[in-house]
């Protein structure tokens, strides 16, 4: 089992990353993130084994949570630091009380390039392209969808949020940490780069011109969705194909993530994904 290092003074400067957690979730860390909770914990192991670009510094657990984590913790290289404090402690520390009990401080080593990204795709792909994402809760679902009906990769423009947001990341249930992704550029870069690389692509939209189950299979497509109320811009309408979900009447549309994951659903089952 992995040693254990006991904090007793929430102001130890040993787990200075660690206080104020919401604070810092405003101001950012860095280049560093928050891994919050068992699942995600397990997920950041398996990124950090796999040598995939993301690493653990240090975690911060409660107590009476370690003999249950034993098999998590051992995946970790020895010269990861394990923190445990009491109930107590842990709660001063963070600022809030933190009934999971199981933090993590992870730092993404290296961001590919959108080139580089696409570059290591398989023959077959299907990728995910979102444009102005705001909410984090959108931005973890888009992910969890991503990774649950094999996406190969996530493309996010500059303008949305950080997917690695302590929130986001929870709510992807990790799978931030093992769906490829690149955040950079305007949509307007992004769409050019999946040209020049002969993908079909589809923008999401409550006005596409194709429902979604007849969208034909291509060996590399893309779905983009946009900006939570707003959509697609038209500029990104009136240079792609466009699919629609069938849904009843009355309602403007369904959310980024929602329609995300009921059209991946749908590709990869005519890419023979699932």
Not at 118 to 131: G, I, R, S
Not at 230 to 256: C, F, W, Y
Request: net charge negative; proline share 4%.
């Amino acid at each position: 089992m992995m040693e254990t290092i006991r904090i007793e003074d929430a102001d130890d400067p040993r787990i200075a990353e660690f206080q104020a957690v919401r604070d810092r979730d405003l101001t950012g860390r860095g280049g560093r993130f928050i891994a919050e909770g068992t699942v995600v914990l397990r997920m950041l192991a398996q990124a950090h084994r796999a040598k995939s670009g993301f690493v653990a510094e240090k975690l911060l657990l409660l107590e009476n949570r370690v003999s249950g984590l034993e098999d998590i913790l051992g995946r970790f290289p020895d010269d990861v630091p394990v923190y445990v404090a009491s109930s107590a402690v842990l709660d001063r520390i963070v600022g809030f009380h933190l009934h999971r009990g199981v933090l993590a401080i992870g730092r993404r080593a290296e961001e590919p390039s959108i080139a580089d990204l696409l570059q290591n795709l398989p023959e077959k792909t299907l990728v995910v392209a979102a444009f102005g994402i705001s909410n984090h809760d959108n931005i973890g679902s888009i992910f969890r969808n991503a990774a649950a009906f094999g996406a190969d990769a996530v493309l996010l423009d500059a303008a949305c949020c950080d997917p690695l947001y302590r929130k986001s990341l929870r709510v992807s249930v990790g799978s931030v940490l093992s769906v490829p992704y690149a955040r950079t550029g305007t949509m307007t870069e992004l769409l050019d780069a999946l040209m020049s690389r002969d993908f079909a692509i589809w923008g999401l939209s409550p006005a596409g011109h194709v429902e979604i189950r007849e969208v034909s299979p291509h060996p590399q497509m893309a779905l983009i969705t946009g900006t939570e109320g707003e959509g697609l811009p038209a500029h990104i309408l009136s240079a792609v194909k466009t699919a629609r979900i069938a849904q009843m009447p009355g309602l403007d549309s369904l959310n980024a993530a929602t329609a995300t994951g009921i059209a991946l659903y749908e590709i990869a089952m005519r890419q023979g994904r699932l």
